[in-house]
């Protein structure tokens, strides 16, 4: 128990690493891990139509960059980052032991996913108080700012509850490396729907079968190829849908689909070794890892001066009025190997991720 009343908490044992049936610290959870999964929903709801709603995004006082690039990004993020976590929390019975580190990643799912919300909308009132859009507001705008607020009091009524929640202690380093990643409880959730179909689940248990032997396995064997794929495929699928509505040239389309897909990855890949997504067969260390880590954070890294491209065009000797694709690609190469040696040369100073020593 805090000081304030508030229940903390709890220690597992190291044997056991689960949290009991009937713990006070639970039954607390349900406000902000529910609450922080509907937000997701609503902020979805709250950005998409309105993204591809002329007569509303026109007019909203975000529709420039960099406030726009984050809300490209966010709107699609958030629900991801959502619905991964959806599976782990069906799984937190009431009337079962909970593992500390499934609820210990569902927390720190929340906390992505209130991170991303709160990233955007703060873009969002950055360009309302700059006001650098202002001769297209209408009627329209004020209805997209009261949205805001709106979304503003529910966001922040999350991440107080959220934060509040705090974060268990998890049971040691063995209970940690027993504990199930998400892959794992995607199949204890096939499972135990496919149980509730009684005979016709059989097909279903043969095909989760089949995805962990083979599929399952090459995903945690190549964790980073996989998510790079996955992004790719998204990059594409989202890119060329915006070039044709948009009526891109085809080297403009295929810039915008690259970096759909870098930028993806690189939130993707910190978002997946944060929460534990998948626990590889084959973690790096050493040299491999920090430049593993270098890329990841590149990737993310591009989005800045890609929002902010209008004030970095004197790096590549260009300003937004003569700057076309060609400066923004030699800007954006700039900015990437600036990051990537920033971040490789850190870890190596600080020494992180070393290889194990040998016992």
Request: aromatic share 8%; charged share 15%.
């Amino acid at each position: 128990m805090r000081d304030n009343g508030e229940v903390s908490p709890p220690t597992p044992s190291l044997a056991s690493a689960l949290i009991p049936v009937g713990d006070p610290w639970r039954a607390s959870l349900r406000l902000p891990v529910f609450g922080t999964l509907l937000l997701a929903l609503a902020f979805l709801l709250y950005a998409a139509p309105v993204k591809e709603t002329p007569f509303l995004f026109d007019h909203a006082p975000w529709t420039n960059d960099p406030y726009d690039t984050a809300i490209s990004f966010m709107m699609f993020f958030v629900p991801l980052i959502a619905v991964l976590c959806a599976p782990r929390v069906l799984l937190c019975r009431r009337g079962e032991p909970l593992p500390t580190a499934r609820i210990h990643d569902v927390l720190r799912g929340c906390r992505v996913i209130l991170a991303g919300i709160t990233l955007t909308l703060a873009a969002e009132w950055v360009s309302v108080f700059v006001r650098d859009s202002s001769v297209q507001w209408n009627g329209a705008t004020w209805l997209q700012i009261g949205m805001l607020v709106v979304m503003s009091v529910l966001d922040l009524a999350a991440v107080l509850a959220v934060r509040r929640a705090g974060l268990p202690r998890q049971g040691g380093e063995p209970a940690i490396r027993t504990d199930p990643d998400w892959l794992g409880d995607f199949l204890r959730f096939v499972d135990s729907w496919r149980r509730r179909l009684g005979p016709t689940g059989r097909p279903a248990l043969w095909a989760t079968g089949l995805a962990d032997r083979h599929l399952l396995a090459r995903i945690r064997r190549h964790p980073l190829w996989t998510a790079l794929g996955v992004c790719a495929v998204f990059g594409a699928g989202v890119g060329v849908n915006q070039g044709i509505r948009e009526g891109y040239r085809g080297r403009l389309t295929i810039f915008v689909a690259l970096m759909l897909a870098i930028g993806m990855f690189g939130l993707v890949a910190a978002a997946g070794n944060y929460l534990g997504l998948v626990r590889s067969s084959t973690p790096w260390h050493g040299p491999a890892r920090r430049l593993i880590d270098a890329a990841v954070i590149t990737s993310a890294g591009l989005l800045v001066p890609l929002a902010l491209r209008n004030g970095l065009w004197w790096m590549v000797g260009s300003n937004s009025t003569a700057a076309g694709l060609p400066q923004l690609v030699a800007l954006l190469a700039i900015a990437a190997l600036v990051i990537f040696l920033t971040a490789y040369g850190a870890e190596t100073v600080l020494r992180l991720h070393s290889e194990p020593r040998q016992a």
